[in-house]
């Protein structure tokens, strides 16, 4: 018995009674219909998986019966039925988009074939629906922030999720680059096509240009089929190019060809494929200065630059660091089969004491070992990775704005009283910054200008004399008595003032 609704449109009442019998006997569930205006009202219910439709008939045609049921998104099935077979009728009929056709007289084999071919790919087509529910299930959601910059980035890529526009993804690593390029994915048109991610620093130079544009085979080496590459692969879907810093110039050259006329060759092929499929793009490095270096082309950032979109650190979400790790708490013990919670005071002050140079990924990798480890309803701080744990310890929370101060009066010599709460506050948390970006403990900051000065990566120089100019003029306009000695520690030349 199959499990279709199958609707029979013809005019001809002799025909459309015979397709009847042939289809409720073999167990369908069938309705009639005489002509195009009733066959479209009772396609507007949605109850029907296959139509069995006559192409010409007295009230219109049936082809532009299927035309308008594809423009009004009813995911009918359409199977033609025609008494004038030839060819243009057929190329006509499956441009259309009807799965096929039969010819008049019909025949009980032909017409109960095709149903159960049909039958057959909407069952692996609603297999395919549940793994990919099952697989967004399984991926951990990023917590909605309540920081307005993360705000900013949502907003963004719901508004850029419609259109077919580029978009290009910058920030550290494990900010959730790929999550949002999922995201913008999931919120387009483009939904119900793949979403193919490919990260470019993880395959061989050698072997990039066979993997992105596919090749054909005996084009070199070991190429014994035939294969078509991960743009044609992404057809009507998402291409996420991860890394597209780590692109070499000659494929980046290639790649730019690619995305300006949306043809495809494949390595060894003679002829250029059509492809449509959306690029979102990732880098954790500084574009602008690998243009001026000329290890990136500048027409390539333009084409890639169409939508920007920056991904902040998870330092600059100080608020939301804990119900980002409750919230992936819960999640990884709800896969566990186990009920947690909420995370105890010692075990936030411990999340919050680090720094997180990985991000996001750092912190859900840390909060699944946690989840794995404990033995009891409550993560404590000894269920964390121990490297986590010594870095921390003796190391002031983030919340705490005297205790954070101990950063400073180590290494300036002064006293919690000479300045206020806030500049304490946000002191401590650029000195944190420049611990983290000048690689090694901050023993003074003009010491750390001075060491990353010395590196190529400019947006680094940039972000440490930023940050120490700001304390700089924090210290210049608040402290009061100011030290002159300790000025000179801070900064070592006054002009950045």
């Known amino acids: 018995m199959g499990f279709l609704t199958v609707l029979v449109i013809d005019d001809e009442p002799a025909l459309r009674q015979i397709l009847y019998s042939i289809v ?92 159960s071919q049909i039958e057959q790919m909407r069952g692996l087509r609603d297999q395919n629906l549940a793994l990919r529910e099952a697989m967004r299930a399984s991926t951990p959601k990023v917590y909605r922030s309540t920081s307005p910059v993360m705000l900013k980035v949502e907003r963004l890529a719901e508004r850029v999720a419609p259109t077919d526009s580029t978009v290009l993804l910058r920030g550290e690593s494990g900010t959730g680059k790929g999550v949002w390029a999922r995201t913008i994915h999931e919120l387009s048109d483009r939904s119900d096509g793949p979403f193919v991610s490919v990260n470019c620093s993880a395959i061989p130079e050698q072997l990039l240009e066979s993997e992105l544009f596919g090749h054909n085979k005996g084009a070199f080496t070991g190429a014994d089929r035939n294969r078509k590459g991960l743009f ?4 009507h879907g998402t291409l996420f190019l991860d890394e597209i810093g780590e692109l070499p110039l000659a494929m980046q050259t290639k790649l730019l060809h690619v995305i300006e006329d949306k043809q495809v060759r494949a390595l060894g092929g003679e002829r250029q494929r059509q492809g449509d499929c959306r690029i979102i793009a990732a880098t954790n490095r500084d574009l602008s200065s690998m243009i001026k270096d000329g290890t990136f082309r500048e027409d390539l950032y333009f084409r890639l630059n169409v939508i920007a979109v920056e991904m902040p650190p998870l330092r600059r979400l100080e608020a939301d ?20 919670e909420d995370l105890p005071a010692e075990t936030a002050a411990c999340i919050r004491a680090h720094s997180w140079p990985g991000n996001l990924r750092e912190l859900r990798n840390a909060i699944e070992r946690a989840v794995i480890m404990t033995s009891g309803d409550r993560l404590l701080p000894a269920d964390f990775p121990a490297e986590l744990r010594e870095r921390n310890a003796g190391t002031p929370a983030l919340g705490a704005p005297e205790a954070k101060f101990c950063l400073w009066e180590a290494k ?10 806030y500049v304490v506050r946000a002191m401590g948390e650029r000195a944190r910054r420049l611990e983290h970006m000048s690689g090694r403990p901050l023993r003074l900051m003009g010491a750390a200008v001075r060491d990353t000065s010395k590196t190529r990566d400019a947006a680094v120089r940039q972000q440490v004399l930023t940050d120490v100019q700001f304390c700089a003029k924090a210290m210049k306009n608040c402290w009061s008595p100011l030290k002159p000695s300790c000025m000179g520690a801070v900064l070592p030349w006054s002009e950045a003032w």
Not at 93 to 112: C, E, F, M, Q, S
Not at 321 to 340: E, M, P, S
Not at 412 to 421: D, R, V, Y
């Open 24 to 115: 409720s006997k073999a167990g369908y569930a069938v309705d009639m219909a005489s002509g195009v205006t009733e066959g479209m009202n009772k396609l507007k219910s949605g109850e029907f998986d296959v139509a069995l439709c006559d192409i010409k008939m007295q009230d219109g045609s049936g082809i532009d019966l299927l035309r308008q049921c594809r423009e009004s998104k009813i995911d009918t099935v359409f199977v033609m039925v025609t008494a004038y077979a030839s060819l243009e009728t057929a190329v006509e009929t499956l441009r259309a988009g009807a799965y096929d056709y039969v010819v008049k007289p019909v025949h009980n084999n032909d017409i109960l074939h095709r149903l």
């Open 232 to 235: 044609l692969e992404a057809d």
């Open 321 to 340: 660091v804990i119900r980002f790790a409750d919230h992936y708490a819960k999640f990884f013990a709800a896969q566990c089969g186990r009920r947690l």
């Open 412 to 421: 300036l010599g002064l006293s919690p009283a000479t300045i206020s709460p």
